[in-house]
Every structure is written in structure tokens, then in C-alpha cells.
């Protein structure tokens, strides 16, 4: 494990108690950056800690909350340079059709998967700025094929990879990277099963047949490859998908 004391920098983790948020923050640790992680769910933040050592450290926040962003970012500035932001934390909730479709479900998908990604890339921006450092964006292939039940959500998905594309225009001249990384299929222990509200069958009909989905652990690879490019080399977009997966409704199953 990386010396905490030669660290690449600082990375912040969203998302970072499971799924490609955990998977990111193990990744950028095993690359020598010091990553601080945060989560709603102690009890697993705390378990990575167990296991990462100094150069993981977290605070518990929950993204869709003002205050609860704020207290972690003041003590996050406080500790030091922020080199990265890693947005992750997000969800999907139910494949309704557009007419059936509740209005708190949507609301609760654009609260974390949009706002939450605005309230904390805004409050890092000035701490980015002044260590030359990247917002890079977990948004979703979801965001650039809609389909048929995935209104919220790709809704919400559309929404982050545009706000990603405008927020790089605007900081040209800025010694901010914005990095949009959109994973295609994805299998996770918790996001289709959440998504479904626990119903496992559901959630691995998502799967089936799929030979070698991505992994949690694919897409933190494309995390730390973009963020070890040098500081003037900006990795705009990328596209990730499994092999099987030419797009959503064009899916190889055996």
C-alpha cells in the first residue's frame, strides 16, 4: 500500500460504501492517491477503512442533504489540498413506464443522481481549482440511449452528462479537469436489487445470460486511468461497455 505521506492527493469518493464507488476508492488507494470516502452507511465505510489503512479515511453524508454536505466538505478543506472529486452516488428506482411512473420516485433519483452531484462539485470546485485537480462524473450509457421504463432515470443520467459537458466549457482556461465516465451494463451487488426494492429475481433477470457483464472493478479501472493523465490532458467522455452489450436493446444472452 502506497506511504499516506507520498500520496498522489487527495481524491473525494461519493458513493463510496458499495458498488463503483467502493470499487474507486479501493483503485485510486491502490494507485497511491489518499481518498476520503463518503456514504450514508457507517458500518461499511468503516469497514473499508479496516481494510484501506491510513489512506482511507471517510465521513458519513448524505448527499441529498445541504447540511450534511456542507459539514463533510468543511472538514474535508480543512485537512488539506482536494486533488479529485469522484462522483458515484447514485440510484435507479423501478423501470415504470413514463405514464405510471410515481413523482417522488423521480424526484428521488434527480435529488441524489443531479443535485447531489451539483451541491458537492460546487462546494469542491474552489479547493479544485487551487490544486489544479478534476471533477470526474459516474454517470451512465442510460444518459445517451433512453429506454422504454427507464424515464427517471435516464432522465437524471441525461441531466449529469450534460451538466458534466457544460461545467468543462466553462472552466476552459481553469485548471479544472471534468471527466464523464458512462458504464454501460454493470453488474453490482446492490444497484438492480435497490432498484427493485429488494426483489433479486428482477434483478439478476437484468443479467442473464449476459456473458461477463462490466464490474464494479472495470469501471474504477477507467477512473484511475483518467485521473493519472497529466493535469493538461482532459479525458472528456468515456463510453464503457461489456462485449456482450452493443447497446441497451442490443444484448448478446446465451
Known amino acids: 500500500m502506497a506511504d499516506v505521506s507520498e500520496a498522489v492527493g487527495c481524491a473525494v469518493v461519493t458513493g463510496a460504501s458499495s458498488g463503483i464507488g467502493a470499487a474507486s476508492a479501493r483503485a485510486l488507494v491502490a494507485h497511491g492517491w489518499r481518498v476520503v470516502g463518503l456514504a450514508r452507511r457507517e458500518d461499511k465505510l468503516a469497514a473499508m477503512a479496516d481494510g484501506l489503512g491510513q489512506a482511507f479515511s471517510y465521513r458519513v453524508c448524505d448527499m441529498t442533504d445541504e447540511a450534511s454536505t456542507q459539514a463533510a466538505v468543511d472538514e474535508i478543506m ?20 413514463v405514464a ?22 460546487q462546494k469542491l470546485l474552489p479547493a479544485l481549482e487551487q490544486d489544479e485537480g478534476s471533477v470526474l462524473i459516474v454517470s451512465s450509457t442510460a444518459g445517451i440511449e433512453p429506454y422504454e421504463g427507464g424515464g427517471g432515470y435516464c432522465a437524471s443520467k441525461s441531466a ?13 482556461g481553469k485548471p479544472v479537469r471534468v471527466i464523464d465516465i458512462a458504464p454501460g451494463m454493470v453488474h453490482t451487488d446492490e444497484f438492480s436489487v435497490k432498484r427493485f426494492a429488494g426483489d433479486r429475481s428482477k434483478a439478476q433477470a437484468v443479467y442473464a445470460g449476459v456473458p461477463d457483464p462490466l464490474t464494479a472493478a472495470d469501471v474504477a479501472d477507467c477512473v484511475t486511468w483518467a485521473l493519472d493523465q497529466p493535469d493538461t490532458v482532459n479525458i472528456d467522455q468515456i463510453v464503457v461497455r461489456p462485449r456482450a452489450e452493443g447497446s441497451y436493446t442490443k444484448v448478446y444472452r446465451r
Open 78 to 97: 480543512a485537512a488539506g489540498p482536494v486533488k479529485a472529486l469522484v462522483n458515484c452516488a447514485g440510484r435507479a428506482i423501478g423501470k415504470d413506464s
Open 100 to 121: 405510471t411512473s410515481k413523482l417522488d420516485d423521480w424526484r428521488a433519483m434527480y435529488e441524489l443522481n443531479v443535485l447531489g452531484t451539483l451541491r458537492i462539485t
Open 160 to 172: 449529469e452528462r450534460v451538466m458534466a459537458r457544460i461545467l468543462r466549457l466553462e472552466l476552459i
